[in-house]
């Protein structure tokens, strides 16, 4: 039985798939783990072709190049736009993608467990069925905080809130796969932020020139809530000149401008459910997604919270691979029959 | 053994929830569980199987012997499950409608002002070609939900479908005023609704209601408004449209055309009744704005009937989300398509008696 399942192991890939707002990743059975940022591009012309020298662009290189390119962020706000953008095109690049950094060897097949934002989940399934039929054998779409959820364990009594880029989205486990009602997604993520930010930047230093790029980058550097020690000094050119600014407060007020909205949906989510439960929940709440690295942001939840009662907030040890290492445990434990071929 | 119990407990609930979303990726592709049909017994199965065929050899026996029996169903139309009717009005307004005989021929005022018989109608008007006009388009996004959804977007794929399937109802000649994301004034969809000789002119916009989180649809034909928010969205939506003020007096000249402020009105409250109540299917939050009368530049332009419908609001983030699939799109051009076939079939035998039988 053992060697038969050996057998199976090596005929199979099994790949848990995480397709983020703004980072994608992938964990597979033969012990890869990668990730790209969700940007695809596509050269504008003949000429970008000559100068990128590729027909697609992934991740931080599309970035670099995006002049030259036709540059999409499929599930930028949370949901794939069908039949109209580029969208739909760009996820299935993503995942042959991914799936190729996996190295399958040739012969071997490809099951997989992709994981979406739960809005993407509501309204584009089939969409992302379509887009992964050609580079997987078989294939199951779950939402992205349930991966997260499976993958810790968190079976019962625990709410999953996983802050990304492009949506926070929220999954209430309680013993069975989460309906639409166990999942909620709001706008106010890691891109409100950056929103944010620039905007309070370009008030308090108005001549200097930020872009969209570098407050994203100030934000994964430097974010906070709540307070942290020593000062925030990033150097921006001012007329060709470097010139040293202080930009702790509006990162404060950036980053805290989402936590309002997240707070009034978990206390929304939780109040659906009989007292004994919410308890249990309010004990079991765990932050996954990149905007769960915001320092201080676990415990200023955890106090605004406990208005309503005791509770307690952990966060996932990865938050970049908790989502395909999620997936990647539930294609393990997924029993063979239930393997459908697309 | 206490150890045993909960580890038990574990196991079946991780089985339930990976036999759940087996069964949830399932009903996505529309299949049945094939692993979970083999827990039947395969006596129970062969069983089946046998009285399965049994009852089709009887049938196929019964159909030969009484093809007659058969031939009395009605052709399944596509808009079997489209509500064209509003329910207490069902079969009731067709009959509420005034005979030929209230219009005196010596009576001429009364003519043209009786406002129940389609002027169109008394003179065997027909209508050959239907101009659809997506609004907005190129640099002129129109507007744009929360997510990024823009408005010029949406009209187009709407309108693109609408034309497939008038195109394939039968003996219209669609036309579209642009097909490719591309900026084109308001005058220049006005010229081609005259080069292409069209008898009929529909213009797709989506709503925006930034103080109210609420889906209306409404469907507008042309006329003076002295309602603030409706001149406001008609400002918004004239913009470009390279008229002077001369052009306006003489096209002004022509709002005294009975047959096609009549004609428009008609088109107009078919289009909002078919798509608000089938919209309202998928939505109970939508709301019925009606028909409206609005000076809007591409409608006041075109001499046929004419309107501008505003089929949904990007405001609204539920709203913006669906309209993200295909099949909300897909549903839209259906309700647009069925108003339409509506206000051109009106009173025509065959189809009101079709579409009784099919809305039954």
Known sequence: ?342 | MFTMIPKKRELKMRNAILRGIYEDNLRIIGKHSNALSDKAPSFLKKMFLFFFIVLLAVLGHWNYQNLSLFSEFPEKQITASLITQEPSSLGTELQQLPAEKSVSPSDYKAFLSGPDIPLSRVFGLEVKTIMIDPGHGGSDSGTAGKMGTKEKDIALDIAKRLRERLKKYGNYNVLMTHEQDSTLPLNKRVELARLGRADLFISLHLNYLPSKPINIIETYYFGPSSDAKTLKLAERENIGSQYGLSDFKEIIMKIGDKLKLQESKELASSIQKVLFLNSKKHNGNVYNSGIKRAPFVVLLGVDVPAVLVEVSCLSNREEEIELNTESHRENIARYLQAGILDYLNKGEKSYEAKRHTTAR
């Open chain 1, 1 to 342: 039985m053992k060697q038969k399942d050996t057998q199976q192991q090596d005929s199979i890939l099994f790949a848990g798939i995480d397709l983020g707002t703004s980072r994608s990743s992938i964990s597979a059975s033969n012990l890869t783990r990668e990730w790209i940022e969700s940007y695809v591009g596509w050269p504008k012309d003949f000429i970008s072709l000559q100068v990128v020298g590729k027909p697609v662009l992934f991740g931080s290189e599309a970035l670099k190049n995006r002049l030259s390119l036709d540059l999409c962020r499929p599930l930028e706000h949370g949901v794939i736009k069908e039949g109209i953008e580029k969208s739909e095109d760009a996820v299935k690049e993503i995942i042959k993608h991914l799936i190729e950094l996996a190295k399958p060897s040739p012969e071997q097949k490809i099951h997989a467990v992709v994981g979406v934002p739960a809005d993407t989940l509501k309204v584009n399934k089939l969409a992302i069925r379509k887009a992964a039929s050609e580079f997987a054998h078989s294939l199951m779409v779950v939402s992205e905080p349930f991966a997260v959820a499976y993958g810790m364990n968190l079976l019962n009594n625990a709410l999953v809130i996983d802050i990304g880029a492009g949506t926070t989205d929220f999954c209430i486990m309680h013993g069975t796969i989460p309906s639409e009602e166990d999942q909620k997604t709001i706008l106010t993520a890691g891109d409100y932020i950056d929103e944010q930010l620039y905007s309070y930047l370009t008030e308090k230093y108005p001549n200097s020139r930020f872009n969209k790029n570098m407050v994203r980058q100030f934000k994964e550097k430097y974010s906070f809530v709540r307070d942290v020690s020593g000062e925030i000094h990033v150097e921006i050119p001012v007329d060709g000149k470097p010139v040293i600014h202080d930009i702790k407060n509006e990162i404060k007020r950036a980053c805290e401008s989402i936590l309002p909205a997240i707070i009034e949906t978990t206390t929304e989510m939780i109040a659906r459910f009989d007292p004994e439960f919410q308890i249990k929940i309010k004990n079991n709440i765990v932050l996954a997604g990149g905007c769960s690295l915001i320092r201080g942001i676990g415990e200023y939840l955890q106090n605004a919270l406990k208005e309503y009662g005791p509770c307690n907030v952990t966060h996932v040890e990865n938050p970049l691979f908790a989502g395909s290492d999620g997936a990647l445990k539930l294609a393990l434990d997924m029993p063979v029959k239930y393997w459908e071929p697309l």
